[in-house]
């Protein structure tokens, strides 16, 4: 993960279509989303499907965040 201080910094510092920039609120919510019941008894991993459908439900490219 590399921090920029604007989408202009970002797009000059891109250095393949191998990246996607997201605000810091949106990493900040995929965080939460991703860990809210990690420390609850019978936590699991997220599935392959359940993450795909957790990076739609953020608003996520489905081309780049597809895992399948």
């Known amino acids: 993960m590399r921090l920029f201080r604007s989408e ?6 891109r250095r393949s279509d ?5 605000t810091l ?4 919510r995929l965080a ?3 860990y809210v019941k990690k420390l609850t ?3 699991r991993r997220h599935t392959v499907e359940e993450a795909e459908a957790l990076f739609t439900q953020l608003g996520f490219d489905k081309d780049f965040w597809r895992l399948q």
């Open 8 to 13: 202009e910094h970002a797009s000059r510092s």
């Open 18 to 22: 191998l990246s996607q920039v997201i």
């Open 25 to 28: 609120d949106q990493a900040a």
């Open 32 to 34: 939460r989303a991703w």
């Open 41 to 43: 008894p019978g936590w």
